[in-house]
């Protein structure tokens, strides 16, 4: 379920871009994101972090996310 | 401004690499803040650890000051570095003994002993 949620809230942030969306216990608490994107092209990773941080803003907030391990690539 | 963000940004300034993390390096309480650590140690940095358990205030105050959400959260030379996966990404590519030389100089790794500070 919150495996659907996270992947939709990346496809929204991220339209037409590479998004996968792992749940790394199956507690659905922990999971790993990786997005493949060309607007992380020229962005620092603290940059990049920030843009699937603020994508998932909600779930950081409200406790759905306890563990959040996050892969970005660039297009290049 | 409240003591407490003094505190964390008084850290986050003066320490050559601040490491705000669950437990200590002594005894870590998150999977994340051990990646961190160990990232940080295999690169030979002077860590300065901060514990931000003790008081949820703590970690609301550092994420307010570095608009990072999540812990642990690793600064060098005041500049926010990342969480766990950019410190093992760029201990792995050898750009993190890049970035502390660069802000510390080359004899960074004797620079200090791994030490705790309490906040609070």
Known sequence: ?76 | MSELHDQIKGIIETEDVALFMKGTPQFVMCGNSHRALEALRRAGAPVTAVDILPDPRIREELSALSGWPTIPQVFVGGELVGGADIVEELEASGELEQTLREKLGDEYRGAGEERVVAVA
């Open chain 1, 1 to 76: 379920m919150a495996v659907r949620t996270l992947t939709e809230l990346l496809q929204g942030a991220f339209p037409g871009d590479d998004v996968s969306v792992e749940d790394r216990t199956g507690g659905g608490d922990h999971f790993q994101v990786t997005v493949t994107s060309a607007r992380f092209d020229g962005l620092s990773l603290v940059e990049q972090h920030r843009l699937v941080y603020d994508a998932l803003a909600s779930p950081l907030a409200d406790g759905t996310i306890h563990e959040l391990r996050i892969k970005t690539k660039g297009s290049t």
